[in-house]
Antibody, heavy 116, light 113 residues
Framework: EVQLVQSGAEVKKPGESLQISCRTS????????IGWVRQLPGKGLEWMGI????????KYSPSFQGQVTISADRSIDTTYLQWNSLKASDTAMYYC?????????WGQGTMVTVSS | DIVVTQSPDSLAVSLGERATINCKSS????????????LAWFQQKLGQPPKLLIY???TRESGVPDRFIGSGSGTDFTLTISSLQAEDVAVYYC?????????FGQGTKVEIK
């Protein structure tokens, strides 16, 4: 069974750094793009970026380029979403999803709360 | 970026009746080399991650009930729920995956009348 399991909820202060993870199982990690999607509280879905773990090719939405970093570790079939300096406006649910074309399997989501 | 716009923002339909959601992209998502429309539909129930319903504009994902019907081509698409059930209450999103970023529509909330 294909599964994407995300790390737990986080509460951080503005200016802090954060890395959340998405651990995959049940398929060849290196062979499918994995994406990250943001959902602000009570709002819609926003495509942030995708990574191909096979060669670490990464594409970002212009809205998120330079704001986050997406990476992957093939040794543990895990992808990451990282912030160097969080803002209150980063408070949201973040989902990872496998792109079979389109996103077919989703993680359960990681809630990130940024508050002073 | 391709802009994807859904209509309406919300609709209320009686149980057993038809629900229709429209999705329009700012440019064609039909890839001429394979004649496929790079358009998907997702269902998101409260407190849950999105679930893929339809891809290639009209192909139902495995396990999705046949009351969910996707249609359209080029820039104009429709998701029809032929006979609304109580468990269909959710927000529905279309998404183009023709080009990056793979933009989503703003969502359509479906409720029971």
């Amino acid at each position: 069974e294909v599964q994407l399991v995300q790390s737990g909820a986080e509460v951080k202060k503005p200016g802090e750094s954060l890395q959340i993870s998405c651990r995959t199982s049940g398929y060849s990690f290196a062979s499918y793009w994995i994406g990250w999607v943001r959902q602000l509280p009570g709002k819609g879905l926003e495509w942030m970026g995708i990574i191909y773990p096979g060669d670490s090719d990464t594409k970002y939405s212009p809205s998120f380029q330079g704001q986050v970093t997406i990476s992957a570790d093939r040794s543990i079939d895990t992808t990451y979403l990282q912030w160097n300096s969080l803002k209150a406006s980063d408070t949201a649910m973040y989902y990872c999803a496998r792109q079979r074309s389109p996103f077919d399997i989703w993680g359960q989501g990681t809630m990130v709360t940024v508050s002073s | 970026d391709i802009v994807v716009t859904q209509s309406p923002d919300s609709l209320a339909v009686s149980l057993g009746e038809r629900a229709t959601i429209n999705c329009k992209s700012s440019q064609s998502v039909l890839y001429s080399s394979n004649n496929k429309n790079y358009l998907a539909w997702f269902q998101q129930k409260l407190g849950q991650p999105p679930k893929l319903l339809i891809y290639w504009a009209s192909t139902r994902e495995s396990g999705v009930p046949d009351r969910f019907i996707g249609s359209g081509s080029g820039t104009d698409f429709t998701l029809t729920i032929s006979s609304l059930q109580a468990e269909d209450v959710a927000v529905y999103y279309c998404q183009q995956y023709y080009s990056t970023p793979g933009t989503f529509g703003q969502g359509t909330k479906v409720e029971i009348k």
